[in-house]
């Protein structure tokens, strides 16, 4: 049975952000006009959101309900009050066409360090701890994924490697399940997809499931198909723009994730870690020397 994610956001804008599939496309249009300028659901009334929206009173309020809070006027106060804590990171903005390197620096480095803070911030550390024991004593890891989740999932996999835990990534959906079917109870398949819909990494993951494997979700979406497989969901944070869709901007804080899982086994098998890490160093080293 899936564990609820946490429902309480340390930043409003990344919850909008991370459930924004889910969502109607009337609330989806609301949502976007929240991620575009959320300081102008601070400005105005509901009555004023709506003449801006084109949208019901009701609309608004079922869109702020769907998106974690109260009402509108609880949603209002919340982006009030992220935006007197970081009014920086509120600012709308996005890469331009023709905008100068020295633009494409700040704003791409801004994005990439607001995904690892937001992805800090509403990482569970209690599901964290038990994604970390479950892998620790697994006989053997899956790790799915495609695309831009797929480089995650081979790093994954690289890194359990390393310190001597069996694992292997897989991009191949053919390849994927003839793996997950053979996975048992006491195994482990982590599952990553932004989106958290991706077919060629939820039908490995359900057929593991189906067969006794612990389901670990790595997803941007907490309200996704993924996060209602997995045993344990651990939530991603990316902001999408013209240059960067969801996919590649979630690339750096679903890293972040599977190095604390790495860092997170590495304390808890430190001396096995630590001996099979020196072993695969001196294992290189010779090669390179010869």
């Known amino acids: 049975m899936a564990r609820p994610v ?3 956001p340390a930043n ?10 889910s969502l109607t496309p009337a609330a989806q249009g609301i949502a976007r006009i929240i991620l575009d300028d959320p300081g102008l659901v601070v400005r105005s009334t509901i009555t004023e959101f709506s003449a801006v929206s084109g949208t019901s009173e009701a609309t608004i309020v079922r869109t702020a309900r ?6 509108y006027s609880q949603m209002r106060f919340a ?33 990439e360090s607001e995904a ?7 990482l569970d550390p209690d599901q964290l701890g038990e994604v970390v024991l479950a892998i620790s004593a697994a006989r053997r890891v899956d790790v799915y994924g495609v695309a831009a989740s797929g480089l995650v999932a081979t790093d994954m996999s690289h890194k359990l490697l390393r310190i001597g835990l069996s694992s292997h990534p897989f991009s191949d959906a053919h390849l994927a399940l003839t793996s997950a079917a053979l996975l048992r109870t006491g195994d482990v398949a982590v599952a990553i997809s932004c989106s958290g819909e991706t077919p060629d990494v939820l039908v490995p993951a359900r057929t593991a499931a189906e067969g006794g494997a612990l389901i670990v979700g790595i997803t941007n979406n907490p309200r996704s198909s993924l996060a209602g497989l997995a045993d344990h969901t651990l939530v991603s944070a990316g902001r ?14 679903q890293l972040l994730i599977v190095d604390c899982i790495f860092v997170g086994l590495a304390q808890r098998t430190y001396e096995k870690a630590d001996a099979a890490i020196r072993a695969t160093r001196d294992a290189t080293d010779r090669y390179r020397k010869r």
């Open 6 to 8: 946490t429902t309480e």
């Open 79 to 111: 982006l009030a009050a992220a935006v007197a804590k970081e009014p920086e990171r509120l600012v709308p903005g996005d890469l331009a066409p023709d905008g100068p390197l020295t633009d494409v620096i700040a704003k791409v480095a801004r994005a």
């Open 66 to 71: 769907a998106l974690g809070f109260g009402g």
């Open 12 to 21: 409003p804008v990344a919850a909008v952000r991370a459930v924004l599939p």
């Open 240 to 253: 999408e723009t013209a240059f960067r869709p969801g996919a590649l901007a979630s690339r750096i804080s």
């Open 116 to 122: 690892l803070a937001d992805t800090a911030a509403q």
